[in-house]
């Protein structure tokens, strides 16, 4: 029993600003690498950012520089902070997580969405 839970997404203006959380819990044991992702209507489901248990982080070309990932690992929770926003980055963003479960079964789990609106 694993949950992600997405909050955080909303309408912002073009060059604006959002920070989108990601929780995550029930039986877990350890969680491995937390990863945003990201659809938008009529086009596949992309990686935006992802930061490994251990190593640095990861980002599509398309957000570099504007988006920043992080995580509490204390709190199973990981971040996106995202800046100088732009209509293309108008999306369902979901959050993604590999995990070690309390049983160590290892899984992938998604929450269930948070939508981002850019718009003027």
């Known amino acids: 029993q694993v949950q992600l839970v997405e909050s955080g997404g909303g309408l912002v203006q073009p060059g604006g600003s959002l920070r989108l959380s990601c929780a995550a819990s029930?039986?877990?044991?350890?969680?491995?690498?937390m990863n945003w992702y990201r659809q938008a209507p009529g086009k596949v489901r992309e990686l935006v950012a992802g930061?490994?248990?251990?190593?640095?982080?990861n980002y599509a070309d398309s957000v570099k520089g504007r988006f920043t990932i992080s995580r509490d690992t204390a709190k199973n929770t990981v971040i996106l902070q995202m800046s100088s926003l732009k209509p293309e980055d108008t999306a369902v963003y979901y959050c993604n997580a590999h995990i070690r479960t309390i049983d160590y079964t290892s899984d992938t789990y998604w929450g269930q969405g948070t939508q981002v609106t850019v718009s003027s």
């Open positions: 029930g039986s877990i044991s350890r969680i491995y690498a």
């Open positions: 930061i490994p248990s251990l190593g640095s982080p």
